[in-house]
C-alpha cells in the first residue's frame, strides 16, 4: 500500500511504520440438517437456503479465513437419526484455507439430504474434540464455532420432561392433549425432550479454551428464542440487541441468511485485535495508525492497547465498531515517537 503522510513531527522522532497483520481466523461451521431443514423459507427449502447463503456469504471472504465442517445428524440413507460419528469421521471438511474450503463445504451440503433429529450437543462436542484433541489442535490463529440450528436440540434418550420442553409440542406437531415425548403407556421418549443444558455445556467448554460460539437461528428457532439467547450467551458472541443471536426470519428468506453470515464472517476478517509480528522494545514509544489516521490511545470514544506476550494491538470504542462494520484497508503501528495520548 503507499505510504501514508503521517504528521510531520513524527519524523523528527525517526518514527517507522510497520504494517499490521490481520490474524487468520479458523471457523468450523456447524450445521443442522434435521428433517425440518427441507421445511420451506421463501420458494425454497431452509436447506437450499443455506448453501446459497454460505456460498454467497463465504466467497466475498474466502482469501482471509479458514473453514471447516460439522453436519449432524448423521443419517445414512435418509433415516431418522440422532447419531453424530465419533472422531475425525464427525468432521466433514476439515479446516482448511476457504479458497479452497468452500467448493468442500458446499459440496458436501449439494451431495446429502436432510433428516433425523436435532443432536446439537453431540456435534458441539464433535467441535471441541477436534479443537482441543484432533487436527484442529495444531491451528495457528483464533478458533470459533459457527452453529446454524432451525429448531430445538434433542436427541438424548436419558431425559424425561413434560409437554413445555418437549421438543414435538414446541414445534407445533403434537397431536396429543399431553406430552408426545411419552407414550400412552407412559413409556418415554426422551431423544424428543429438548437438550438444553447440554448445549449450553458444550458451549461453556468450547468459550473455556478460548473458542466462542457464533448462533444462527433460522425459521423454526421462534420458540426456542430465550434458550438461543442463552446459548449466544455462553458462546461469548451475544447481539446486545432484540435477540442475543443472529435470528433470521422467514421473511428475510435466503437474503438474510446470506446478510447473517456475511455480518460473522466479515467481522472475524476484521476483528479489532491485530497481531504483530514482533513485540516493541519500547511499549511507551509506539502509536497506531488506522487508514494512516493517528489514533489516541486513551481517546474519550476511541483507544487501544498493547499486550506484550504474544505482541497484540486491541481497538477499543468507535475505532473498533468502524473497523468491525465497514473494515479498514491497512493497520500501520508506528514506532519510535512517544504515545500520543
Same mark, same amino acid.
Given at each position: 500500500?503507499?505510504?501514508?503522510?503521517?504528521?510531520?513531527?513524527?519524523?523528527?522522532?525517526?518514527?517507522?511504520?510497520?504494517?499490521?497483520?490481520?490474524?487468520?481466523?479458523?471457523?468450523?461451521?456447524?450445521?443442522?440438517?434435521?428433517?425440518?431443514?427441507?421445511?420451506?423459507?421463501?420458494?425454497?427449502?431452509?436447506?437450499?437456503?443455506?448453501?446459497?447463503?454460505?456460498?454467497?456469504?463465504?466467497?466475498?471472504?474466502?482469501?482471509?479465513?479458514?473453514?471447516?465442517?460439522? =453436519?449432524?445428524?448423521?443419517?445414512?440413507?435418509?433415516?431418522?437419526?440422532?447419531?453424530?460419528?465419533?472422531?475425525?469421521?464427525?468432521?466433514?471438511?476439515?479446516?482448511?484455507?476457504?479458497?479452497?474450503?468452500?467448493?468442500?463445504?458446499?459440496?458436501?451440503?449439494?451431495?446429502?439430504?436432510?433428516?433425523?433429529?436435532?443432536?446439537?450437543?453431540?456435534?458441539?462436542?464433535?467441535?471441541?474434540?477436534?479443537?482441543?484433541?484432533?487436527?484442529? *489442535?495444531?491451528?495457528?490463529?483464533?478458533?470459533?464455532?459457527?452453529?446454524?440450528?432451525?429448531?430445538?436440540?434433542?436427541?438424548?434418550?436419558? #431425559?424425561?420432561?413434560?409437554?413445555?420442553?418437549?421438543?414435538?409440542?414446541?414445534?407445533?406437531?403434537?397431536?396429543?392433549?399431553?406430552?408426545?415425548?411419552?407414550?400412552?403407556?407412559?413409556?418415554?421418549?426422551?431423544?424428543?425432550?429438548?437438550?438444553?443444558?447440554?448445549?449450553?455445556?458444550?458451549?461453556?467448554?468450547? *468459550?473455556?479454551?478460548?473458542? /466462542?460460539?457464533?448462533?444462527?437461528?433460522?425459521?423454526?428457532?421462534?420458540?426456542?428464542?430465550?434458550? =438461543?439467547?442463552?446459548?449466544?450467551?455462553?458462546?461469548?458472541?451475544? #447481539?446486545?440487541?432484540?435477540?442475543?443471536?443472529?435470528?433470521?426470519?422467514?421473511?428475510?428468506?435466503?437474503?438474510?441468511?446470506?446478510?447473517?453470515?456475511?455480518?460473522?464472517?466479515?467481522?472475524?476478517? %476484521?476483528?479489532?485485535?491485530?497481531?504483530?509480528?514482533?513485540?516493541?522494545?519500547?511499549?511507551? #514509544?509506539?502509536?497506531?495508525?488506522?487508514?494512516?489516521? /493517528?489514533?489516541?490511545?486513551?481517546?474519550?470514544?476511541?483507544?487501544?492497547? =498493547?499486550?506484550?506476550?504474544?505482541?497484540?494491538?486491541? =481497538?477499543?470504542?468507535?475505532?473498533?465498531?468502524?473497523?468491525?462494520?465497514?473494515?479498514?484497508? %491497512?493497520?500501520?503501528?508506528?514506532?519510535?515517537?512517544?504515545?500520543? %495520548?
Amino acid at each position: 500500500a503507499p505510504a501514508c503522510d503521517f504528521p510531520e513531527d513524527w519524523t523528527d522522532c525517526g518514527a517507522t511504520a510497520v504494517s499490521a497483520d490481520y490474524r487468520t481466523p479458523n471457523i468450523l461451521l456447524v450445521v443442522d440438517k434435521s428433517g425440518s431443514m427441507e421445511d420451506p423459507i421463501g420458494d425454497v427449502s431452509k436447506w437450499e437456503a443455506m448453501q446459497t447463503a454460505l456460498s454467497d456469504a463465504l466467497g466475498d471472504v474466502a482469501d482471509d479465513m479458514n473453514l471447516g465442517l460439522i =453436519l449432524y445428524p448423521d443419517n445414512p440413507g435418509g433415516t431418522v437419526a440422532c447419531e453424530v460419528p465419533e472422531g475425525e469421521d464427525a468432521v466433514n471438511v476439515e479446516i482448511a484455507p476457504a479458497t479452497e474450503a468452500v467448493d468442500s463445504i458446499i459440496g458436501a451440503l449439494q451431495g446429502t439430504a436432510p433428516g433425523g433429529g436435532t443432536p446439537t450437543a453431540e456435534a458441539l462436542r464433535r467441535a471441541y474434540d477436534y479443537f482441543i484433541n484432533g487436527a484442529g *489442535a495444531d491451528l495457528e490463529g483464533e478458533k470459533y464455532v459457527l452453529l446454524a440450528t432451525d429448531g430445538g436440540p434433542n436427541c438424548n434418550g436419558a #431425559l424425561r420432561c413434560e409437554a413445555d420442553e418437549c421438543t414435538v409440542n414446541l414445534d407445533g406437531k403434537c397431536d396429543s392433549d399431553g406430552s408426545c415425548c411419552e407414550t400412552t403407556t407412559g413409556a418415554s421418549l426422551g431423544d424428543r425432550c429438548l437438550d438444553d443444558a447440554d448445549v449450553l455445556e458444550q458451549i461453556s467448554n468450547l *468459550a473455556m479454551r478460548d473458542i /466462542p460460539t457464533f448462533v444462527v437461528g433460522i425459521p423454526g428457532t421462534e420458540a426456542y428464542a430465550d434458550y =438461543l439467547d442463552d446459548f449466544a450467551v455462553a458462546g461469548e458472541r451475544a #447481539l446486545g440487541g432484540d435477540t442475543e443471536y443472529y435470528a433470521v426470519s422467514a421473511e428475510e428468506g435466503v437474503a438474510g441468511l446470506t446478510a447473517t453470515f456475511q455480518a460473522i464472517s466479515t467481522q472475524l476478517v %476484521r476483528d479489532c485485535d491485530i497481531e504483530l509480528s514482533e513485540a516493541p522494545l519500547q511499549a511507551d #514509544l509506539v502509536n497506531v495508525a488506522v487508514d494512516c489516521v /493517528p489514533i489516541n490511545r486513551d481517546g474519550e470514544d476511541s483507544g487501544w492497547d =498493547l499486550s506484550m506476550d504474544p505482541p497484540v494491538i486491541t =481497538l477499543r470504542g468507535d475505532i473498533c465498531d468502524d473497523v468491525r462494520n465497514r473494515g479498514a484497508e %491497512r493497520v500501520d503501528v508506528v514506532l519510535g515517537c512517544p504515545v500520543i %495520548r
